[in-house]
C-alpha cells in the first residue's frame, strides 16, 4: 500500500512497507526527482536507517552481556508502518517495538516518520519515543536516492555536487564498511560526479552538527535537488560502484556504522544517541527540488 501526497506544485508517494519515499514529482516539469529502484544497481529507492547506520562489527553488539545480531542499516526499512495522521499533504507513519523487533534490538520504542510538501519540496521529519523506564540507544538517519540523472538527455557526470557551508568538513573513510575515525582528515566537498567517485563506498562528512545543505545539480539544465539539515550529525553521499546505477543517495544521519575498533558494546557505540525514560528525539530534513 501506498500513501499520495499532493499540493499544486508537487506530488508524492511514500509506501507503508518500510515508510519509504518512493515518488517525488514536479506538476509543473514534470521531472521524477526519486530513483525508481532496480535490483540490478539497487533495489531500493529512500530507506529508513534504523536502530543503526551503517554496519556493525562482525554484524552483532552487546546489550547487558547478551549478543544481538542486525544487519546493515537496521530492520525499520523492511517493516510495515501504520498510518497515524494523513492530510492532502502531509503523513505520519508509526513503528512501533514488539516480539519480533526485540530479537534484533531489545528496547522498547515509537518510531514515527513525517512527511509533508511544501512549496518547493518535501520535509521529512524523524521522531523517536522512549516508553520504557530505562535509557534506549539508537541510530537513524534516510537514504533517499535522487535520480540521476534527471532527463534522457543528460549523463551521470553532467552532475555537480556542492555544500553550501563555509567551513571545510571532517571526511570519515569506511574500511570494510567500518568508520576509520583515526584517518578522517578536512576537506571541502565540492566535486564533478563520477563513477569513481564512489570506489572506496560512500562520501562521509562529519557536519558537527551544524547547518549544511548539499546540492546535486546539473550542469547542462539547472535542474537538481538539495538536501538541507540543521543539526545531523553527519551526511553520506553514495552511488552504486562499479555498477551504473543511475541515482545518487544524499543521506542524512544521526549515527554511524561502527569504528574499526568496536567492542561491540551498543551503549558506548560511537555517536550513537541515548533516549531517556518518557523522552523524545525530534529531527527533521528538507528536500528542495529545482
Known amino acids: 500500500m501506498a500513501v499520495f501526497l499532493e499540493n499544486d506544485h508537487l506530488v508524492a508517494t511514500i509506501k507503508e512497507h518500510g515508510a ?23 533495489g531500493r529507492q529512500a530507506p529508513v536507517l534504523f536502530p543503526i547506520v551503517g554496519r556493525l562489527k562482525d554484524d552483532q553488539y552487546q546489550v547487558a552481556g547478551k549478543t544481538y545480531h542486525l544487519g546493515q542499516h537496521g530492520f525499520a526499512r523492511d517493516r510495515d508502518f501504520a498510518i497515524r495522521e494523513q492530510t492532502a499533504t502531509k503523513v505520519v507513519l508509526e513503528l512501533k517495538a514488539d516480539e519480533a523487533s526485540k530479537e534484533l534490538y531489545p528496547f522498547d520504542f515509537c518510531l514515527q516518520l513525517s512527511y509533508e510538501l511544501t512549496a518547493s519540496g518535501l520535509v521529512v521529519g524523524y521522531r523517536v519515543d522512549n516508553p520504557s523506564q530505562e535509557p534506549i540507544y539508537f541510530g537513524i538517519g534516510g537514504h533517499p536516492a535522487f535520480k540521476t540523472p534527471l532527463t534522457p538527455k543528460e549523463s551521470f557526470s553532467d552532475y555537480e555536487l556542492t555544500f553550501n557551508t563555509d567551513y571545510r568538513l571532517p571526511k570519515i573513510p569506511l574500511t ?19 563513477r569513481e567517485l564512489f570506489k572506496d563506498d560512500a562520501l562521509i562528512y562529519d557536519l558537527e ?16 535537488v538539495s538536501l538541507s539539515v540543521t543539526d545531523a ?15 545518487v543517495c ?41
Not at 519509504?20 to 539497487?42: C, F, H, N, P, V
Not at 550529525?233 to 541515482?247: D, R
Not at 543521506?251 to 533516549?275: C, M, V
Open 20 to 42: 519509504e519515499l518512493a515518488s517525488l514529482r514536479s506538476k509543473e516539469t514534470g521531472l521524477e526527482y526519486i530513483w525508481a529502484g532496480d535490483a540490478k544497481y539497487w
Open 176 to 194: 570494510n564498511g567500518l568508520t576509520d575515525i583515526e584517518s578522517a582528515r578536512l576537506s571541502a566537498p565540492t566535486a564533478t560526479i563520477s
Open 209 to 224: 552538527q551544524k547547518p549544511a545543505k548539499v546540492s546535486l545539480t546539473s550542469k547542462t539544465s539547472g535542474h537538481g
Open 233 to 247: 550529525k553527519f551526511m553520506g553521499i553514495w552511488s552504486t560502484y562499479p555498477k551504473e546505477g543511475q541515482f
Open 250 to 290: 544524499l543521506e542524512p544521519w544521526w549515527g554511524l556504522a561502527d569504528t574499526t575498533d568496536s567492542n561491540g558494546d551498543f551503549t558506548q557505540k560511537y555517536a550513537i544517541n541515548r533516549l531517556d525514560k518518557a523522552a523524545s528525539f525530534n529531527h527533521q530534513y528538507e528536500i528542495t527540488v529545482f
